[in-house]
């Protein structure tokens, strides 16, 4: 059925009907929406056997989470940002625990200097906790991959989150298929843990693991997530058959048949990136796209087989690895190790700044005469870093930075 | 101080704010708080008691976490510290331990404090950290636009809390109390003329000080610690209530239905400062 609804509404729906056992709440812009909405349809009753809790904290959230999966029971939490981090000791356990815990992620900037806008900082730090990662292209793709995530979750016994872009989609009201309960429990068996505290089957969760285990205890995470790489497409086209429609997987490719040069994002950026593709291709570029779903397990075969044709990449993300640059276009290059193709960085759209279609256009019009350097800032104010940087230079009590920024920038002139 | 305070009309405020001098601690930032938020008082009162103790806006620090309440340093010309939610007092602390010259202000909401942040204040209470706290208590997460928080009432709605709030409301000044703060009392944003004497108080104590104030969140609580109900039922600490009394201070901490205000509790002991001197001096030996 279609309805019109807020994105962050929509997951709480998605959640609702995957019939989750315990539900922890703490609100962080711009996530709140969404434990808001779960608490609404707990109040409306459309949750059964549901225990919604408030808790103080997003360490708590997730702790109070991790104790629940122990106990059995299949569980939600949600945050962003500031929240994700501060969680960051319960991220790792969770995952170290193997606990099938779903979290949703309404990608923020983290700070300092606070922002509450969008960008892919906040998920991106977690990336390597062990958790699978999936990013939400659409708002019918982060309902969609909701219900995708429990099962994923609870087959493999490992934790899934899924990353969708603060405000873009969290706030975004969008016409959007909503499921059938009766098609949900057909597509998402109840959980069954392959590790409960159960008093007929007493053991302990926690183990210290000195050094002649631990490796081998690391090594079956690294063995998980390689079995999430099958698992999801599987997962992605059973999905198309209870549900008539394609959602999830691991890339989804866009006019890359015969593309020299292709885009490479996750997110809801992609959606701009195919409008200006398909300008450029009126205009006889060979141009094309892929989106990332599944950043972790990273689908190294896959994106190599998309790109390897191509002459160049341009990879438009939403984090920034200082001193080194982009994340996501490391772990292309990584897909493209022994193939030589140039591989572009653009940081974009950091703290919410707007990617337009005429600058990427610019970017993308740049790397088809490869004239972009390995790494670029998308609409960086040149003269503000500039003025910053000789600042900083001259006066060694210069003052803090974003201060001095802000300044530049209401003052319209340059200090 | 009765119950309820004269009626105060703006131009005699206008009047009365430029004549007192403090205007000199207010930021050129207009507060960016709903109109009729308790936190303008706050402001008022804090930069009266700066301004009456002669303190300099440039040895005053003033350190938050994150919330409403927490975007008070942009509205006060002292120096301001805008850390992360719920890690304002151990920022504070390191500010004081590193400068002790500095007046070292820490303020910030209820969920700031008690939820997020809850793991720090027994520390900076028993350590006596010679700074000062004040807490705006509006019962409720304001920033994030209207959850439970863990000082609102039973029975409280919100969106967090299905139906009605099940979760025993925290009492901060038992817990302040019991942390070992050398100094405690409460205020009331709708009386603000004894809240900035209690501010002033509180700054003029050596040692951790703690001031509880109780401020309406007039846009997202319309049924709780609203001016209405507070003005009703706030009354003053009795003439006698002995401040050195630990256990007749708990004794009107316990007593939230009608909340008491004035200075609870008061033990100067040595501070966190004069432990580290000790520490100094005993190892140059
Ligand atoms: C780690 C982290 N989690 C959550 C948030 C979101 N957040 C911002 S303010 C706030 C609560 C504010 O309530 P309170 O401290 O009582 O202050 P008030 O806004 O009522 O003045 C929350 C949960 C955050 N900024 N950082
Ligand atoms: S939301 Fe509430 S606490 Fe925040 S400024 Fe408005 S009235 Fe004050």
Not at chain 2, 27 to 45: A, N, Q, R
């Amino acid at each position: 059925m279609l309805i019109q609804m807020e994105g962050s509404e929509a997951v709480a729906e998605a959640v609702a009907l995957c019939r989750p056992e315990v539900v922890c709440a703490y609100p962080i812009t711009p996530q709140t929406h969404i434990v808001e909405g779960v608490g609404a349809l707990v109040k409306d009753g459309r949750l059964e056997n549901c225990e919604f809790i408030n808790v103080e904290s997003e360490f708590a959230a997730l702790s109070v989470a991790i104790g629940a999966s122990a106990a059995g029971a299949r569980t939600y939490t949600a945050t962003a940002s500031q929240g994700l981090l501060f969680m960051a000791e319960a991220v790792y356990n969770a995952a170290g625990l193997g606990l099938p815990i779903v979290m949703t992620i309404g990608n923020r900037a983290i700070g300092a200097p606070i922002n509450i806008w969008n960008d892919h900082s906040d998920s991106m730090s977690m990336r390597d906790a062990g958790w699978i990662q999936l990013y939400a292209e659409t708002n019918q793709e982060a309902l969609d991959l909701h219900i995708q995530a429990f099962r994923l979750a609870e087959e493999l016994s490992c934790p899934v989150m899924v990353c969708m872009d603060g405000f873009i989609l969290t706030h975004a009201y969008e016409r959007l298929d909503i499921p059938s309960q009766q098609d949900v429990d057909a597509f998402l068996p109840a959980f069954e843990p392959v590790q409960v505290l159960d008093p007929d089957d007493p053991y302990s969760i926690g183990a210290m693991v000195g050094p002649e285990a631990f490796t081998e205890v690391r090594y079956l995470a690294n063995d998980t997530q390689l079995q999430a790489l099958k698992l999801i497409p599987e997962i992605g086209s059973v999905f198309k058959e209870v549900f008539g429609r394609e959602s999830g997987g691991l890339i989804h490719e866009y006019m890359t048949g015969n593309a020299e040069t292709i885009v490479v994002a996750l997110g809801s950026v992609n959606g701009t990136i195919k409008e200006v593709i398909d300008t450029m291709r009126e205009d006889g570029a060979a141009i094309g796209s892929v989106s990332i779903c599944s950043f972790r397990p990273f689908p190294l075969d896959e994106l190599q087989d998309a790109l390897k044709d191509a002459k160049r990449v341009v990879v438009i993300e939403k984090s920034l690895a200082p001193g080194l640059g982009g994340v996501v276009a490391s772990n292309v290059r990584m897909a493209l190790r022994g193939i030589n193709l140039p591989v572009y960085t653009v940081i974009a759209g950091l703290g919410g700044r707007t990617i337009t279609m005429t600058s990427l256009q610019e970017v993308f019009e740049a790397a088809g005469e490869d004239r972009l350097p390995d790494l670029q800032f998308l609409d960086l104010d040149h003269n503000a870093v500039e003025h910053e940087i000789v600042r900083a230079r001259r006066t060694r009590r210069s003052g803090p930075i974003a201060e001095n920024i802000l300044r530049q920038k209401a003052d319209g002139r340059n200090p | 101080m009765s119950n309820i305070e004269k009626p105060v009309y703006l131009e005699e405020k206008l009047e009365e704010i430029q004549a007192s001098g403090h205007l000199e601690y207010r930021s050129k930032s207009l507060p960016t708080w709903c109109p009729g938020c308790g936190y303008f008082s706050i402001v008022e009162g804090l930069t009266a008691a700066l301004n009456n103790l002669s303190i300099d806006p440039d040895e005053t620090v003033v350190v938050s976490g994150i919330g409403c309440a927490s975007r008070f340093p942009f509205f006060i010309d002292t120096y301001g510290f805008h850390s992360l939610h719920g890690r304002a007092l151990p920022v504070a602390t390191g500010i004081k331990v590193a400068n002790d010259d500095l007046s070292v202000i820490v303020v910030g909401g209820d969920g700031d404090a008690f939820a997020i942040g809850g793991a720090h204040i027994p520390h900076a209470a028993r350590r006596n950290v010679d700074i000062t706290y004040i807490l705006f208590d509006n019962g409720i997460y304001g920033l994030t636009k209207g959850q439970t928080s863990p000082t609102s009432v039973l029975g409280f709605q919100t969106t967090t809390s299905p139906f009605e709030n099940h979760d025993m409301p925290l009492n901060p000044l038992m817990m302040l109390l019991s942390y070992g703060a050398s100094w405690v009392g409460q205020a009331y944003a709708g009386h603000p003329h004894h809240m900035a004497g209690m501010i002033e108080e509180a700054l003029a104590f050596k040692g951790f000080s703690y001031l509880h104030v109780l401020s309406p969140c007039v846009t997202f609580d319309k049924t709780s610690k609203t001016y209405q109900n507070l003005g009703m039922s706030v009354r003053p600490l009795p003439d006698d209530h002995d401040r050195s009394d630990v256990m007749a201070a708990m004794a009107q901490a316990q007593k939230t239905d009608a909340p008491a205000l004035g200075c609870y509790f008061e033990q100067p002991r040595p501070t966190l400062a004069d432990g580290l001197n000790d520490i100094a001096a005993r190892a140059a030996k």
